[in-house]
């Protein structure tokens, strides 16, 4: 059984630093893309960043500069380093998982982050 669990949302005040995890059971979590979306009430699911099983990376240009996504094979687990945070980066968090970008992956059921004064 596939399992993705985000942890480390919460409150934040502007210009603070979270940092989110994704740990993950039941893939070959090395040879997976792991993804870090975002979402908003009335809006899509967007993608923030990703980083590849060779470790390349890739960042949303609302984030670049600010945010960091880096993975560790040996614990099964993604992470999401957020700093500078804005009152526009509040959002859920969703980590994701997939094989390759031509089959379905899988999600975490989310983590709030909220930034505010």
């Known amino acids: 059984q596939v399992q993705l669990v985000e942890s480390g949302g919460g409150l934040v005040q502007p210009g603070g630093s979270l940092r989110l995890s994704c740990a993950t059971s039941?893939?070959?979590?090395?040879?997976?893309?792991m993804d870090w979306y975002r979402q908003t009430p009335g809006k899509q699911r967007e993608l923030v960043a990703t980083i590849t099983s060779g470790g390349t990376v890739n960042y949303a240009d609302s984030v670049k500069g600010r945010f960091t996504i880096s993975r560790d094979n040996a614990k099964n687990a993604a992470y999401l380093q957020m700093n500078s945070l804005k009152p526009e980066d509040t959002a859920v968090y969703y980590c994701?998982?997939?094989?390759?970008?031509?089959?379905?992956?899988?999600w975490g059921q989310g983590t709030q982050v909220t930034v505010s004064s």
């Open positions: 994701k998982a997939q094989r390759n970008r031509f089959v379905n992956g899988y």
């Open positions: 039941g893939i070959s979590f090395s040879s997976y893309i």
